[in-house]
Nanobody
Framework: QVQLVESGGGLVQAGGSLRLSCAVS???????????MGWYRQAPEKQRDLVAT???????DYSDSVKGRFTIFRDNAKNTIYLQMNSLKPEDTAVYYC??????WGQGTQVTVSS
């Protein structure tokens, strides 16, 4: 019943910005009560790695590789979390996945950063 749907991926130039969205549906609970949500990414032939998380209380955390460049935030009224990606680098190229409690996952959205 719970579904996570990502959007906002695409092709951008190095140094550019992109905002990913993850809409949560299928639960009577709002995202402020669902526990930790986050973004992971997976490049070809690589494992799925943590990018950023946000707790129910709104506390963010980031992988060292994206600190200072990415921001995770949410719109509680829309049950949506976002990943604002600035100063993008080619090594950020991956499929980005939204997750709730690492129990539910979105379908993924492709981010490609050209050099």
């Amino acid at each position: 019943q719970v579904q996570l749907v990502e959007s906002g991926g695409g092709l951008v130039q190095a140094g550019g910005s992109l905002r990913l969205s993850c809409a949560v549906s299928g639960s009577i609970f709002g995202i402020t009560t669902m526990g930790t949500m986050g973004w992971y990414r997976q490049a070809p032939e690589k494992q799925r790695d943590l990018v950023a998380t946000i707790t129910s209380g709104g506390t963010p955390d980031y992988s060292d590789s994206v600190k200072g460049r990415f921001t995770i935030f949410r719109d509680n009224a829309k049950n949506t979390i976002y990943l604002q990606m600035n100063s993008l680098k080619p090594e950020d190229t991956a499929v980005y996945y939204c997750t709730l409690q690492r129990r539910y996952w979105g379908q993924g959205t492709q981010v490609t950063v050209s050099s």
